[in-house]
């Protein structure tokens, strides 16, 4: 059972850069994503990354700000995000699949972090 730990979030101002990080307990060959939910929304995709590395993918809403990458000798992926926006706030959830999701739907993943809180003030 891999667990994951974010940290990182925090209170910020818009146009600021903040970076989130997601700990594994054990090393694992997993794909990572990261996902958010804003306040009485939804949980959605933020940005995803392969266990090789090779492939990340992105949110519309995020993509040219955010880059998620991973460290596998040290369990760890990555969010930095650039340029934040009020309607980036939002509890962000790192989370892991096993496989190869074909659309990285929250229901794809196997499991998932408790979440850290991003606030953007404007």
């Known amino acids: 059972q891999v667990q994951l730990v974010e940290s990182g979030g925090g209170l910020v101002q818009a146009g600021d850069s903040l970076s989130l990080s997601c700990a594994a307990s054990?090393?694992?060959?997993?794909?990572y994503g990261w996902f958010r939910q804003p306040p009485g929304k939804e949980r959605e995709f933020v940005a995803a990354i392969t266990w090789s590395g090779r492939s990340t993918y992105y949110a519309d809403s995020v993509k040219g700000r955010f880059t998620i990458s991973r460290d596998n000798a040290k369990n760890t992926v990555t969010l930095r995000m650039n340029s934040l926006k009020p309607e980036d706030t939002a509890t962000y959830y790192c989370?892991?699949?096993?496989?190869?999701?074909?659309?990285?739907?929250?229901?794809?993943?196997?499991?998932w972090g408790k979440g850290t809180l991003v606030t953007v003030a404007s």
């Open positions: 989370a892991a699949a096993r496989g190869l999701p074909s659309t990285w739907h929250v229901d794809d993943m196997n499991y």
């Open positions: 054990e090393r694992t060959f997993s794909n």
